[in-house]
């Protein structure tokens, strides 16, 4: 007598957004789906929001007035009705701030940044990086507060990203157009290290 497996609900296609946002307002946890995969993540510690906050300082007062700097907004992969990413911070056309739709069109996104958690695998980190070449943004710049160091991203082919520039704090992210501009990193935090005294 053989022994079934235990049934488990696998949600039809389409509905997977639905279920990500009733996980999302159930628990507080930010849901993604990435390539067919619910992602769930913990909301930012102190340090992962730090470095977004100071990127986003330096977007508001540096980039073109046309483009704004976002968080919480999530990006469609446009081939697939249930495929997303919500960016830690994501740069778009100013007028999504009167946009209904929730999902912004990749086309739209001239930069997403990542900030790398503490318990983030390098597999999921590899995926998710190719997720936003796949969907065709522009730019991703990854920053990583476990070492210290960042990667932008550019000239997505459809597969991967055929240029990465690699960095590390205190070193300047030049940004391609039409943001061309320069992001500094030297004060960035690093996890694990104490708190520079003022």
Known sequence: MSVLPPLRPRPRPGNLRDLAEK??????????IVGGSLVMSPTPRGKHAGVIRRLRQQLDVAAPERLAAYEVSSVAM???PDDYVTPDLVVLPRDWDDDDDWLADPRDVE???EVISQSEKARDISQKNDWYAVAGVKALLVVDPRHGTWALHTQPDGTSYRHTLPGKYGEDI??????????VTGEFPVYGEARRPN
Do not use: C, F, Y
């Open 174 to 183: 030049p940004l391609p157009e039409p943001l061309a501009l320069s992001l």
């Open 111 to 113: 930069l997403a940044v």
């Open 78 to 80: 446009p081939s697939d």
């Open 23 to 32: 996980i999302e307002s159930a628990t507080g946890l930010r849901v993604q």
